[in-house]
């Protein structure tokens, strides 16, 4: 089956620097990736879209400016979180989509502290 | 525009006994419908799909959802409940173009053995 490699796992950060998450799909081409955040005992909420070679569409409310998303193949999307604050400490996770009627398929998800 | 709605944010049942999450969907166009399951600290994993094919869909686990186009629903069920399968369940609807996927609020499933 299709598989989406996330990475790091986890990651602790100090307030002021940035992180970067890769998420990359392992045996398909992903047309389409999704970054979603997901708040303690909550549903994901959808961030950005990015689609390989042009710019994420980001969700209202999100600042692209702090999120940088970057869809460079078919295969890898990253998700930079600059000068990160303890508000951005969450849960994110990725997902891709190979075909217009499949399934997403999700990430291992990246637990972000921020300290 | 989509929605989704999950009734009932926690559902409780005994080992052995029926699962029975409940999801109603709002749609404009034929939906593609999913049911997710996710573990503590883990990503999402695809349980089942509906798209337009067979109403009743059976996914991995033993679990299973009826498309019902007339109440507007996609309830999953498993006729026995495992310890195993105690996790968050998530329903999600698409238009099927890749572009936006809708979730539901998630229902945390409790087995008691």
């Known amino acids: 089956g299709a598989v989406v490699s996330q990475h790091p796992s986890r990651v602790i950060c100090k307030s002021g620097t940035s992180v970067k998450i890769e998420c990359r799909s392992l045996?398909?081409?992903?047309?389409?990736m999704f970054w979603y955040r997901q708040f303690p005992k909550k549903s994901l909420m959808l961030m950005a879209t990015?689609?390989?070679?042009?710019?994420?569409?980001?969700e209202q409310g999100v600042e692209k400016d702090k999120f940088l998303i970057n869809h460079a193949s078919l295969t890898l999307s990253t998700l930079t979180v600059t000068s990160a604050h303890p508000e951005d400490s969450s849960f994110y996770i990725c997902s891709a989509i190979e075909l217009s009627d499949s399934p997403l398929h999700f990430g291992n998800g990246t637990r972000l502290t921020v300290t | 525009a989509q929605s989704v709605t999950q009734l009932g944010s926690h559902v409780s049942v005994s080992e052995g006994a029926l699962v029975l999450l409940r999801c109603n969907y709002s749609?404009?166009?034929?939906?593609?419908l999913f049911w997710y399951v996710q573990y503590p600290n883990q990503g999402l994993q695809l349980l089942l799909k509906?798209?337009?094919?067979?109403?009743l869909v059976k996914g991995i686990n033993g679990f299973e959802a009826e498309f019902k186009k007339s109440e507007t629903s996609f309830h999953l069920t498993k006729p026995s409940a495992h310890m195993s399968d105690a996790a968050e369940y998530f329903c999600?609807?698409?238009?099927?173009?890749?572009?936006?996927?809708?979730f539901g609020t998630g229902t945390s499933l409790t087995v008691i053995p």
């Open positions: 999600a609807v698409s238009e099927g173009t890749g572009n936006q996927f809708y």
């Open positions: 749609s404009s166009v034929p939906p593609y």
């Open positions: 045996d398909f081409q992903a047309t389409t």
């Open positions: 509906y798209t337009s094919a067979a109403t």
């Open positions: 990015s689609n390989e070679g042009s710019k994420a569409t980001y």
